[in-house]
């Protein structure tokens, strides 16, 4: 079965330093690998998904990079803001059709201003 | 507005009741999900769908039923609640398997 592991479990940063999340995942034959982020109360927003083929992805400050032979994964958010605070969470996608997805625990992050 | 749409956003029942959380999507997407939520346990997948009347078990299927009967609806029923459901339950969709998955804002459950 496959294992999603997000370490550390919270972050704390000052405004305006960047922020590394890190994924690692125990069964490399994934479809792809989606990063989402979690308000308090809220449902989880998409981020970014890279698929199998693929080895980073980028939107605006957002960039996420795939290593699938080492099982890893990892976030990058540029210089940091206080509502980047959040939870990020990754989730691996299955290769069946589904595309079922297995979530880490998720990384708390908090921006201090 | 398009998006996911789930309801009640709250509910509180007793035990050993009946409930159906609802889940509605306007974008037509063909694979729906239901997890659960608990700290200690991230997210679970419960039930899925991959179109109107075809569905199947995920890792924490027990006491839980599903239906599909139109492609935009996709209700989750606890058939006899019990305290081991109370949990946050999310509904999500995506257009096809290696496409993004889109959540809706959640249904918070408590059995008493």
């Known amino acids: 079965k496959q294992e999603v592991t997000q370490i550390p479990a919270a972050l704390s940063v000052p405004e305006g330093e960047n922020l590394v999340l890190n994924c690692s995942f125990t069964?490399?034959?994934?479809?792809?690998l989606q990063w989402f982020r979690q308000d308090p109360g809220k449902g989880l927003t998409s981020l970014l998904l890279i698929q199998s083929s693929q080895r980073e992805q980028t939107s605006g400050r957002l960039n996420a990079s795939l290593d699938k032979s080492s099982g890893r994964s990892t976030l990058y958010i540029a210089a940091s803001q206080p509502g980047d605070s959040a939870t990020y969470l990754c989730?691996?996608?299955?290769?069946?059709?589904?595309?079922?997805?297995?979530f880490g625990a998720g990384t708390q992050v908090v921006v201090t201003p | 507005d398009a998006g996911i749409t789930q309801s009640p956003r709250y509910k509180i029942t007793e035990t050993g009741r009946q409930v159906t959380l609802m889940c509605h999507q306007t974008w037509s997407h063909s694979y729906m999900f239901w997890y659960r939520q608990d700290l200690g346990h991230g997210l679970r997948l419960i039930y899925y769908?991959?179109?109107?009347?075809?569905?199947d078990k995920g890792e924490v299927p027990d006491g839980y039923v599903v239906s599909r009967s139109k492609t935009e609806n996709f209700p989750l029923t606890l058939e006899s609640a019990t305290r081991s459901q109370t949990s946050v339950y999310f509904c999500?969709?995506?257009?096809?398997?290696?496409?993004?998955?889109?959540f809706g804002n959640g249904t918070r459950l408590t059995v008493t």
């Open positions: 069964d490399s034959a994934i479809y792809n």
């Open positions: 989730a691996v996608g299955t290769t069946d059709s589904w595309g079922k997805l297995q």
């Open positions: 769908s991959a179109a109107a009347d075809i569905t």
């Open positions: 999500a969709s995506r257009v096809q398997g290696g496409s993004p998955l889109h």
